[in-house]
Nanobody
């Protein structure tokens, strides 16, 4: 069973930056299209950014121009570089396949809090 471990979250001031990492177990990472998702309190989980196995990226309108998704297939890792952070970016961030079907288990996520 594939496992994912997200890391890199924290507390940051508005306008600040963070880099999230997601390590994926198994031997088939390079063939997966991957996505970063987030879930704010009281809201549904939403797709933030996606990257195909070939490196094509797409972003939600709310983060376009501020976030950058990338991947390192040699390290089985997908990254999310976040800049110009806003309070509304506060959420738990998860990674999983994009599009569904998802991996059977989601990781624990990593909390991002944007506040002064």
């Amino acid at each position: 069973q594939v496992q994912v471990v997200e890391s890199g979250g924290g507390l940051v001031q508005p306008g600040g930056s963070l880099r999230l990492s997601c390590a994926v177990s198994g031997s088939f990472f390079s063939i997966y299209a991957m996505g970063w998702y987030r879930q704010a309190p009281g809201k549904q989980r939403e797709l933030v950014a996606g990257i195909t196995r070939g490196g094509t990226t797409n972003y939600s309108d709310s983060v376009k121009g501020r976030f950058t998704i990338s991947r390192d297939n040699a390290k089985n890792t997908v990254y999310l570089q976040m800049a110009s952070l806003k309070p509304e970016d506060t959420a738990v961030y998860y990674c999983n396949k994009f599009p569904p079907p998802f991996f059977a288990s989601w990781g624990q996520g990593t909390q991002v809090t944007v506040s002064s």
